[in-house]
């Protein structure tokens, strides 16, 4: 019961916020008046803030500003031993410093490494914290240039990338993190430069109490659905969620901009009710996701949680089942990859629910704008079939989706599966599949929630797997770069595309894509696209393992 | 001079990283290790530190060869290092069907079964579980069948160590170590009560390794043999269990736990 | 032309499009055009059948190195699957084709009297070039389009239009368009071509109704889009599923051989049937199909669209501007009431206005007469029995007819000239006439004087006649209809803007533009453009044309100019400009059968993989078999059930296709829920049935 009061509180909540918060963000992302200190960010950059860009420009500095990071954060581990508060961790390795470096520039936060036995301090908070930040605003950046481009009216620009950008991490995702900061250290996260401390324990033995600057990278890792812990376990480590009330401030934190976002759309669209419907598709698949997970792992099946009684294993006690089962459906139902349990000890179907979860393409509701971008491509898909049904070139928000538009919406659409399962197989073919911990279709799944992980962006784990090998860590490494770019490049495109043409009036022959008809049919065509490509894989790991 | 289109646009990128570096990456996290050192705020920003470790992070109460010293409320099992340690956090990974054990390692069930097995030694209680021998590994079964997954029985496997049934649909079970390839891995339920003496939350790891509770349920089980080991009525033990017994925040966040370092440390203190 | 001859013109219920009928022997009679179509080289064009023709190929070497029942069984499904897909083209090709057979039967026949240099000459029709003059004298069939450009003929038209009636035909004007293959009836006409050799209308007729190049139309592409990227996803998932299964099958090294998986992994025949079952073969099969059929309905009802483009943008029209005359009203204007002056008797007006219009025989004098007896029992004499009666017929100068009885002249007509009759014939009309006058025509009727001039007396005038124009019956109902469908109607005329406005409420459309000149009605569909709107319009004049062009579908009547014609992107056959609206919903009718039959194949996949997958691995992991919901026979029955499913599903689909899926015009809202219920849920529960209904027959075969 505690359990499920736990999701209902959460979604009050996240109701509660949808407006204000929503509003907040639309007037931080839309203004037209610059701040000093904003004025003085673009000097230093030196861009002109008025000057707007085509899809190709911005997507040219989206990339530009990728490729750098990813550069300048490779450079970063290579060197962190000649730093200072490197704790006298050595550099990092080649590839897992790509890795790595890919993997927080493109908001996925998988980890190959253990944080406290690999990074120092340093490059935590100044390389790998800050891109906790800008990634998450990129995301922001290109789903707002999407909903651009379906507000437009026969433009060739979708605003300004830099001025989105440092709007984004200056109005919305830093205040908020001062704040957020504050309130984890009431709670007892750590902050601190201390390479840590040796304790003598009650029984004599020594313990070393490692330290951090945590509550600060703690607030953007759930606020930007990174999800790369401070710590190898992440937030199930005290430091990094110290008591239950965290644990639940912390998803809602996760889950707060994505559940927000539709509401910027709603606005920028100039009407309110197409965010309702689109936010409500998030709602749908999620409550039903967390529902899922938290039934199967209360039930409780499979030989271990049947001898021990309960699915605890890899749960702490503080959080017990219900809650840890929460945090993992909206972990992966984000793109965040934070843990605050170990879903490779899941049950064998709730373990699945997470794989679920990401191959839904994180739209619910996904990461912070990749979310929004994403579930509005699948929308449009949605439209098409929707539309001709109508009898109409099908449009979206007077916008037709004409031969162009699909052209791009099914190629976004089939990039991650196609990097998914290639992976996967890949995995198989080439016998990497053997650094599994587990064996038989537990093993599977492990690969196979590597693969769908990195493709989508999430950065969570079936955490028994060894992955940092060259192999795993060259395949991830690449399947995150493309999983992330190339639907950004496809997102692009697809607003320049839409913001040229002329919006057709609305009229009563016109598909209504804020009914609860079509809120419907969105939600189901997410759900019978996923099961219909992946259901042969998901057959073979979790479905063979929970249905014997 | 004008740059070209693509390289001022890398010139423009990197600016803008390194301003955000600075602001994000230095300035914000550096404030707070600053606001940290505020009274109020230092001892949790430092890390919750006691005389004897952190109250935030849990800690074996185990002598040096891993035996549970009897005076000590026990911790749950950690798979972080050799236990408990910082600098390894980790849960164990393993999955819901790990029941065969290997050369390498124990399978998780066999973890489970021995753990409720010395527990139940410790506390003098029933250690039995499902799915466990009264030897405390995994009863697990290899039954190989005349067309592989169905007919008649041909051969029967205990794979994690003696026969503990004598007999399995007609056919005599063979003692065995590990997997051979043809069988299907079978568990047996056996007759343990479902819901067993020992606490889940005894047998099996945490998430962190670091967990610094266990369940009062478990507290309660320790609770006599505290008391006799210490000399001291049961009911004091009960108080100081309720004492450090941390509710659901709100009344419906997380589950209640009992602090183990607490709890030893107040005992200690007498 | 017999085929024509046969299908009766059917004018379609405004309720609902209906489309041709299936003839089961049509299917015989394709399948060797659909064996023909079986070469790769024509195939690859449809991508997903292509990928089944493959997997075909792939599985018969498979069936032939290592032949078993199962094998050989899928194998032939496999291809038949491919044969069925080729069968729908066929068969919606093979009725346009009879068609055009007719056509061009009609037209290698002719022989041009070809004009020149005052000489004429005998050539074929076919050498006839652009600019030529030709002459046709009754009974000759008319070689090629062109303008008459001198005398006057009645022509047979039915070879196009079934029509039966001729029509008249003459040089100058709006009716000096002949089309070739129809035949003169009576006199001599000279004709100048106006059509490039083999550009002609039959020709565009034959080729569009044939198939033959046909051009995929924007929406069609998209889908294919669509389709394709289905298709990869499957493929892909189909092929990465291979080393995942080897894995466990080496897993699960207890599990035995079966037909579907080894150590190998899954065999290729059921990898082949798996990934046949999941890409949308049911829509990819059906797809061009639809789009020939949608083509032929309109054929058959006698419009001929220049581009299948023009057909779907028909479907997405937001405005219909449409002529008053002939389509929202009656051609002509009827009597509707007699209006006396001075306190006379209504009778002695409505005798003499019956009288003056004896021997008026335009609609509006007969509707006078009418009118008359029908309201006052006033039996109509014939003209030939009043033998002193002098008729004086209307004229453009005098603007007014009358008859003139001895001592007793009539006069009816405009108010003006009817007035100035008066006077002149020493009466002195009262104001109240005109007052009579201003209220008709303020209410958008038409106001005719009548007068009468007795020998001797000054000249009165008797009273009105009211006539007034009569909108069709129905109309109302169908622009409400189109208001639900989300269309604006906009009446156009050249009345003056207050008689506009009252037919415009009388009929129920939602705007109007009067006093309408050519000019403005381009600047209104420049003006509705603008706005996002697609406009479509009818137009018969030459001064049409530029209107018609700008239209996105500019629907020409075959009564129009030839450069009319030119200009829009359909004709009409029947000339009937009500047919713009039975247009639009055949647009609508293919881009609904489109959706539907798309949401109906993708949602029945979800049937197929709780056949095919416990089949493909309940024998490495028996707790998979608990998917096979349906309880199949065997992994062998399930897969091949699929299969047959699969390809049978295309063959009962066929006239679907071809019919189009039943549109009734509504709300969108409500078109998606029907449709989405019927389709949507139709699609996944039809093959739950189907593949279990044909398991419980296959599981007797032996071997499966």
């Given at each position: 019961?505690?359990?499920?009061?736990?999701?209902?509180?959460?979604?009050?909540?996240?109701?509660?916020?949808?407006?204000?918060?929503?509003?907040?963000?639309?007037?931080?992302?839309?203004?037209?008046?610059?701040?000093?200190?904003?004025?003085?960010?673009?000097?230093?950059?030196?861009?002109?803030?008025?000057?707007?860009?085509?899809?190709?420009?911005?997507?040219?500095?989206?990339?530009?500003?990728?490729?750098?990071?990813?550069?300048?954060?490779?450079?970063?581990?290579?060197?962190?031993?000649?730093?200072?508060?490197?704790?006298?961790?050595?550099?990092v390795p080649?590839h897992i410093?790509?890795n790595t470096?890919?993997s927080?520039?493109?908001?996925t936060n998988w980890q190959a490494y253990s944080g406290e036995s690999t990074?120092?301090?340093?490059?935590?908070?100044?390389?790998?914290?800050?891109?906790?930040?800008?990634?998450?605003?990129?995301?922001?950046?290109?789903?707002?240039?999407?909903?651009?481009?379906?507000?437009?009216?026969?433009?060739?620009?979708?605003?300004?990338?830099?001025?989105?950008?440092?709007?984004?991490?200056?109005?919305?995702?830093?205040?908020?993190?001062?704040?957020?900061?504050?309130?984890?250290?009431?709670?007892?996260?750590?902050?601190?430069?201390?390479?840590?401390?040796?304790?003598?324990?009650?029984?004599?033995?020594?313990?070393?109490?490692?330290?951090?600057?945590?509550?600060?990278?703690?607030?953007?890792?759930?606020?930007?659905?990174?999800g790369g812990g401070?710590y190898n376990v992440n937030s199930a480590h005290?430091?990094e969620?110290?008591?239950?009330?965290?644990?639940?401030?912390?998803?809602?934190?996760?889950?707060?901009?994505?559940?927000?976002?539709?509401?910027?759309?709603?606005?920028?669209?100039?009407?309110?009710?197409?965010?309702?419907?689109?936010?409500?598709?998030?709602?749908?698949?999620?409550?039903?996701?967390?529902?899922?997970t938290?039934?199967f792992e209360?039930?409780g099946a499979g030989t271990v949680p049947q001898a021990v009684?309960a699915a605890v294993e890899g749960k702490e006690?503080?959080f017990?089942v219900?809650?840890s089962a929460?945090f993992a459906a909206?972990t992966t139902?984000?793109?965040?990859g934070a843990v605050d349990s170990f879903h490779d000890s899941y049950t064998a179907l709730g373990g699945m629910m997470p794989i679920v979860d990401m191959m839904?393409?994180?739209?619910?509701?996904?990461?912070?704008?990749?979310?929004?971008?994403?579930?509005?491509?699948?929308?449009?898909?949605?439209?098409?079939?929707?539309?001709?049904?109508?009898?109409?070139?099908?449009?979206?928000?007077?916008?037709?989706?004409?031969?162009?538009?699909?052209?791009?919406?099914?190629?976004?659409?089939?990039?991650?599966?196609?990097?998914v399962l290639?992976g996967t197989a890949a995995a198989f073919a080439t016998g990497n599949n053997r650094t599994a911990l587990n064996v038989g279709p537990h093993g599977l799944s492990e690969v196979l929630y590597a693969f769908t992980s990195a493709g989508n962006?999430n950065g969570s784990a079936f955490a028994g797997i060894t992955v940092n090998t060259p192999w795993w860590d060259t395949a991830l490494g690449?399947v995150m770069?493309?999983?992330?770019?190339?639907?950004?490049?496809?997102?692009?495109?697809?607003?320049?595309?839409?913001?040229?043409?002329?919006?057709?009036?609305?009229?009563?022959?016109?598909?209504?894509?804020?009914?609860?008809?079509?809120?419907?049919?969105?939600?189901?065509?997410?759900?019978?696209?996923?099961?219909?490509?992946f259901?042969?894989a998901l057959a073979l790991g979790p479905l063979a393992e929970g249905l014997s | 001079?004008?740059?070209?289109?693509?390289?001022?646009?890398?010139?423009?990128?990197?600016?803008?990283?390194?301003?955000?570096?600075?602001?994000?990456?230095?300035?914000?996290?550096?404030?707070?290790?600053?606001?940290?050192?505020?009274?109020?705020?230092?001892?949790?920003?430092?890390?919750?530190?006691?005389?004897?470790?952190?109250?935030?992070?849990?800690?074996a109460?185990?002598?040096?060869?891993g035996?549970?010293?009897?005076?000590?409320?026990?911790?749950r099992p950690s798979a972080a290092g050799k236990g408990y340690d910082p600098t390894a956090t980790s849960a164990s990974n393993l999955g819901p069907e790990d029941v065969v054990d290997t050369a390498d390692r124990k399978s998780l069930l066999t973890q489970v079964c021995a753990r409720s097995?010395?527990?139940?030694?410790?506390?003098?209680?029933?250690?039995?579980r499902?799915y466990c021998?009264?030897?405390g590994v995994g009863a697990v079964?290899e039954?190989?069948?005349?067309?592989?997954?169905?007919?008649?029985?041909?051969?029967?496997?205990?794979v994690n160590g003696?026969?503990?049934?004598?007999?399995?649909?007609?056919?005599?079970?063979?003692?065995g170590t590990g997997e051979i390839p043809?069988g299907v891995i079978t568990p047996?339920?056996?007759?343990?009560?479902?819901?067993?003496?020992?606490?889940s939350d005894?047998v099996t790891a945490g998430a962190s390794g670091l967990d610094?509770?266990?369940?009062?349920?478990?507290?309660?089980?320790?609770?006599?043999?505290?008391?006799?080991?210490?000399?001291?009525?049961?009911?004091?033990?009960?108080?100081?269990?309720?004492?450090?017994?941390?509710?659901?925040?709100?009344?419906?966040?997380?589950?209640?736990?009992?602090?183990?370092?607490?709890?030893?440390?107040?005992?200690?203190?007498? | 032309?017999?085929?024509?001859?046969?299908?009766?013109?059917?004018?379609?219920?405004?309720?609902?499009?209906?489309?041709?009928?299936?003839?089961?022997?049509?299917?015989?009679?394709?399948?060797?055009?659909?064996?023909?179509?079986?070469?790769?080289?024509?195939?690859?064009?449809?991508?997903?059948?292509?990928?089944?023709?493959?997997?075909?190929?792939?599985?018969?070497?498979?069936?032939?190195?290592?032949?078993?029942?199962?094998?050989?069984?899928?194998?032939?499904?496999?291809?038949?699957?491919?044969?069925?897909?080729?069968?729908?083209?066929?068969?919606?090709?093979?009725?346009?084709?009879?068609?055009?057979?007719?056509?061009?039967?009609?037209?290698?026949?002719?022989?041009?009297?070809?004009?020149?240099?005052?000489?004429?000459?005998?050539?074929?029709?076919?050498?006839?070039?652009?600019?030529?003059?030709?002459?046709?004298?009754?009974?000759?069939?008319?070689?090629?389009?062109?303008?008459?450009?001198?005398?006057?003929?009645?022509?047979?038209?039915?070879?196009?239009?079934?029509?039966?009636?001729?029509?008249?035909?003459?040089?100058?004007?709006?009716?000096?368009?002949?089309?070739?293959?129809?035949?003169?009836?009576?006199?001599?006409?000279?004709?100048?071509?106006?059509?490039?050799?083999?550009?002609?209308?039959?020709?565009?007729?034959?080729?569009?109704?044939?198939?033959?190049?046909?051009?995929?139309?924007?929406?069609?592409?998209?889908?294919?889009?669509?389709?394709?990227?289905?298709?990869?996803?499957?493929?892909?998932?189909?092929?990465t599923?291979?080393p995942l299964a080897i894995f466990s099958k080496a897993y699960q090294a207890a599990?035995?051989?079966?037909?579907?998986?080894?150590?190998?992994?899954?065999?290729?025949?059921?990898?082949?049937?798996?990934?046949?079952?999941?890409?949308?073969?049911?829509?990819?099969?059906?797809?061009?199909?639809?789009?020939?059929?949608?083509?032929?309905?309109?054929?058959?009802?006698?419009?001929?669209?220049?581009?299948?483009?023009?057909?779907?943008?028909?479907?997405?029209?937001?405005?219909?501007?449409?002529?008053?005359?002939?389509?929202?009203?009656?051609?002509?204007?009827?009597?509707?009431?007699?209006?006396?002056?001075?306190?006379?008797?209504?009778?002695?007006?409505?005798?003499?206005?019956?009288?003056?219009?004896?021997?008026?025989?335009?609609?509006?004098?007969?509707?006078?007469?009418?009118?008359?007896?029908?309201?006052?029992?006033?039996?109509?004499?014939?003209?030939?029995?009043?033998?002193?009666?002098?008729?004086?017929?209307?004229?453009?100068?005098?603007?007014?007819?009358?008859?003139?009885?001895?001592?007793?002249?009539?006069?009816?007509?405009?108010?003006?000239?009817?007035?100035?009759?008066?006077?002149?014939?020493?009466?002195?009309?009262?104001?109240?006439?005109?007052?009579?006058?201003?209220?008709?025509?303020?209410?958008?009727?038409?106001?005719?004087?009548?007068?009468?001039?007795?020998?001797?007396?000054?000249?009165?005038?008797?009273?009105?006649?009211?006539?007034?124009?009569?909108?069709?019956?129905?109309?109302?109902?169908?622009?409400?209809?189109?208001?639900?469908?989300?269309?604006?109607?906009?009446?156009?005329?050249?009345?003056?803007?207050?008689?506009?406005?009252?037919?415009?409420?009388?009929?129920?459309?939602?705007?109007?533009?009067?006093?309408?000149?050519?000019?403005?009605?381009?600047?209104?569909?420049?003006?509705?453009?603008?706005?996002?709107?697609?406009?479509?319009?009818?137009?018969?004049?030459?001064?049409?044309?530029?209107?018609?062009?700008?239209?996105?579908?500019?629907?020409?009547?075959?009564?129009?100019?030839?450069?009319?014609?030119?200009?829009?992107?359909?004709?009409?056959?029947?000339?009937?400009?009500?047919?713009?609206?039975?247009?639009?919903?055949?647009?609508?009718?293919?881009?609904?059968?489109?959706?539907?039959?798309?949401?109906?194949?993708?949602?029945?996949?979800?049937?197929?993989?709780?056949?095919?997958?416990?089949?493909?691995?309940?024998?490495v992991y028996?707790g998979?078999?608990?998917?096979?919901?349906?309880?199949?026979?065997?992994?062998?029955?399930?897969?091949?059930?699929?299969?047959?499913?699969?390809?049978?599903?295309?063959?009962?689909?066929?006239?679907?296709?071809?019919?189009?899926?039943?549109?009734?015009?509504?709300?969108?809202?409500?078109?998606?829920?029907?449709?989405?219920?019927?389709?949507?849920?139709?699609?996944?529960?039809?093959?739950?049935?189907?593949?279990?209904?044909?398991?419980?027959?296959?599981?007797?075969?032996?071997?499966?």
């Open positions: 019961m505690a359990g499920w009061l736990f999701v209902i509180t959460l979604v009050i909540a996240l109701v509660a916020v949808y407006r204000p918060f929503g509003d907040y963000l639309y007037r931080a992302i839309s203004g037209n008046r610059d701040l000093r200190g904003e004025r003085l960010i673009y000097r230093l950059v030196g861009v002109d803030a008025r000057a707007e860009q085509t899809w190709g420009v911005y997507a040219r500095s989206v990339l530009a500003f990728s490729a750098i990071s990813i550069l300048f954060l490779y450079l970063f581990l290579r060197v962190q031993d000649k730093l200072w508060l490197s704790l006298g961790f050595s550099a080649t410093a790509w470096a890919v927080f520039v493109t908001n990074m120092g301090h340093l490059v935590q908070m100044a390389g790998l914290a800050v891109q906790n930040f800008v990634s998450a605003a990129v995301g922001i950046a290109v789903a707002v240039a999407l909903v651009r481009g379906f507000a437009a009216r026969r433009t060739a620009t979708l605003g300004n990338f830099w001025v989105d950008l440092t709007r984004i991490t200056l109005r919305v995702l830093l205040p908020a993190c001062v704040l957020i900061t504050l309130v984890f250290m009431i709670a007892g996260m750590v902050q601190n430069l201390s390479g840590g401390t040796d304790v003598t324990t009650l029984t004599g033995a020594t313990q070393h109490i490692t330290g951090g600057p945590v509550a600060s990278q703690e607030a953007i890792k759930e606020l930007g659905t990174n401070f005290p430091f969620n110290p008591t239950a009330w965290t644990n639940w401030l912390e998803i809602f934190l996760l889950l707060v901009i994505p559940f927000s976002l539709p509401r910027v759309f709603g606005r920028m669209v100039g009407q309110n009710r197409q965010g309702y419907a689109i936010v409500a598709v998030m709602a749908i698949l999620a409550i039903a996701s967390v529902a899922l938290v039934g209360l039930h009684g006690v503080r017990g219900p809650d929460t909206a139902l984000t793109s965040t839904l393409g994180e739209v619910a509701p996904g990461g912070t704008g990749s979310g929004l971008y994403g579930l509005l491509v699948l929308a449009v898909i949605t439209v098409f079939v929707a539309g001709l049904m109508v009898g109409r070139t099908p449009e979206y928000l007077g916008k037709k989706i004409g031969a162009r538009e699909m052209k791009l919406a099914s190629l976004y659409f089939l990039v991650t599966p196609t990097l290639a962006n690449l770069l493309l999983g992330r770019f190339l639907p950004i490049v496809l997102v692009l495109a697809l607003a320049g595309s839409l913001a040229r043409q002329r919006p057709v009036p609305e009229s009563e022959g016109t598909l209504p894509t804020h009914q609860p008809l079509f809120v419907g049919m969105v939600a189901g065509v997410t759900v019978v696209l996923v099961a219909l490509t259901l042969p | 001079m004008r740059l070209p289109m693509w390289l001022s646009q890398h010139v423009a990128a990197l600016r803008a990283l390194l301003v955000l570096t600075v602001l994000l990456g230095l300035a914000y996290p550096l404030a707070f290790v600053a606001i940290g050192k505020l009274p109020g705020l230092s001892g949790k920003a430092g890390g919750s530190l006691v005389a004897h470790g952190s109250t935030l992070i849990g800690q109460f185990t002598d040096s060869d035996n549970p010293i009897p005076k000590y409320f026990q911790s097995q010395a527990i139940g030694k410790l506390e003098g209680v029933d250690g039995s499902p021998t009264a030897g079964l039954v190989f069948h005349r067309d592989g997954l169905t007919g008649p029985v041909t051969r029967v496997i205990s003696p026969a503990f049934m004598p007999t399995y649909d007609g056919v005599t079970v063979e003692s043809g047996i339920r056996g007759d343990a009560p479902a819901h067993p003496v020992v606490p005894a610094p509770d266990i369940s009062p349920a478990y507290a309660e089980l320790q609770a006599p043999r505290i008391a006799r080991e210490r000399g001291i009525s049961e009911k004091s033990v009960q108080e100081l269990i309720e004492k450090y017994t941390v509710g659901r925040a709100l009344g419906f966040m997380g589950e209640p736990g009992v602090n183990v370092l607490e709890l030893n440390m107040a005992l200690d203190k007498g | 032309m017999t085929l024509l001859a046969e299908k009766p013109l059917e004018k379609a219920k405004p309720a609902a499009v209906r489309g041709g009928l299936l003839d089961p022997a049509q299917l015989w009679h394709s399948l060797p055009g659909a064996l023909v179509k079986l070469d790769p080289r024509t195939l690859w064009r449809n991508p997903v059948m292509f990928i089944v023709e493959i997997g075909a190929a792939f599985t018969t070497i498979l069936s032939t190195t290592d032949p078993t029942a199962l094998a050989w069984i899928i194998t032939v499904w496999l291809w038949l699957t491919v044969v069925f897909a080729n069968l729908a083209e066929a068969v919606a090709e093979g009725r346009g084709k009879a068609q055009a057979a007719a056509l061009r039967a009609a037209k290698q026949d002719t022989v041009a009297r070809l004009l020149k240099d005052g000489e004429e000459s005998l050539i074929p029709a076919t050498g006839l070039k652009l600019g030529d003059v030709v002459v046709a004298e009754a009974g000759d069939v008319i070689p090629g389009d062109g303008d008459v450009i001198e005398g006057i003929a009645s022509v047979d038209e039915s070879a196009i239009t079934g029509e039966s009636a001729p029509v008249i035909r003459e040089s100058g004007g709006d009716r000096s368009a002949v089309t070739g293959g129809t035949k003169v009836l009576s006199d001599r006409i000279v004709i100048k071509i106006t059509q490039r050799p083999g550009e002609s209308f039959v020709d565009r007729m034959i080729a569009l109704v044939e198939g033959a190049n046909r051009q995929k139309t924007p929406n069609e592409i998209a889908l294919n889009i669509l389709l394709a990227a289905l298709t990869i996803i499957f493929l892909l998932s189909v092929v599923l291979q599990a035995p051989n079966t037909s579907a998986i080894n150590e190998h992994g899954v065999t290729g025949i059921v990898l082949v049937s798996l990934l046949v079952c999941l890409i949308p073969t049911t829509i990819g099969a059906l797809l061009s199909a639809i789009g020939i059929a949608g083509m032929d309905r309109l054929v058959q009802r006698n419009v001929l669209a220049m581009s299948g483009r023009a057909v779907e943008a028909a479907g997405d029209v937001n405005t219909l501007l449409l002529d008053k005359t002939g389509t929202i009203t009656l051609g002509n204007r009827q009597a509707s009431e007699f209006v006396p002056v001075d306190g006379l008797d209504p009778e002695v007006l409505a005798s003499a206005a019956q009288l003056s219009s004896l021997a008026d025989e335009t609609p509006e004098g007969r509707s006078v007469v009418v009118l008359a007896k029908n309201e006052f029992g006033l039996r109509e004499s014939e003209p030939g029995l009043m033998t002193d009666a002098h008729f004086v017929p209307f004229s453009a100068q005098t603007r007014m007819s009358g008859v003139d009885l001895g001592g007793r002249e009539i006069r009816k007509g405009a108010a003006a000239a009817v007035m100035k009759w008066v006077r002149e014939n020493g009466g002195h009309p009262t104001e109240e006439v005109g007052e009579i006058v201003d209220m008709i025509s303020g209410t958008g009727g038409t106001p005719l004087v009548v007068a009468e001039h007795l020998a001797g007396q000054p000249a009165r005038a008797l009273g009105v006649i009211h006539l007034k124009d009569v909108v069709k019956s129905g109309m109302r109902a169908r622009f409400d209809e189109m208001r639900k469908m989300g269309i604006r109607t906009v009446m156009i005329t050249g009345d003056n803007p207050r008689t506009a406005a009252a037919i415009a409420a009388e009929a129920g459309v939602d705007d109007f533009l009067a006093e309408a000149t050519p000019e403005d009605k381009l600047a209104l569909i420049r003006k509705e453009q603008e706005g996002g709107r697609l406009v479509a319009m009818t137009g018969d004049g030459t001064n049409d044309a530029p209107a018609l062009a700008q239209a996105d579908v500019g629907v020409a009547m075959n009564t129009g100019t030839s450069a009319a014609k030119e200009a829009g992107n359909m004709v009409d056959l029947d000339s009937d400009p009500t047919k713009l609206i039975e247009i639009v919903e055949i647009g609508k009718q293919l881009l609904i059968t489109r959706g539907a039959l798309t949401t109906f194949s993708i949602t029945n996949d979800i049937a197929k993989y709780f056949a095919i997958i416990p089949a493909m691995f309940a024998a028996p998979l078999d608990k998917l096979n919901i349906m309880r199949l026979h065997s992994p062998g029955s399930a897969i091949l059930s699929a299969v047959i499913f699969n390809a049978l599903v295309i063959v009962a689909l066929i006239p679907l296709a071809l019919r189009g899926v039943r549109y009734t015009p509504s709300s969108a809202s409500a078109l998606l829920r029907r449709n989405l219920w019927i389709y949507g849920l139709g699609g996944v529960l039809t093959p739950f049935l189907g593949i279990k209904l044909i398991d419980l027959i296959v599981q007797f075969i032996p071997g499966i």
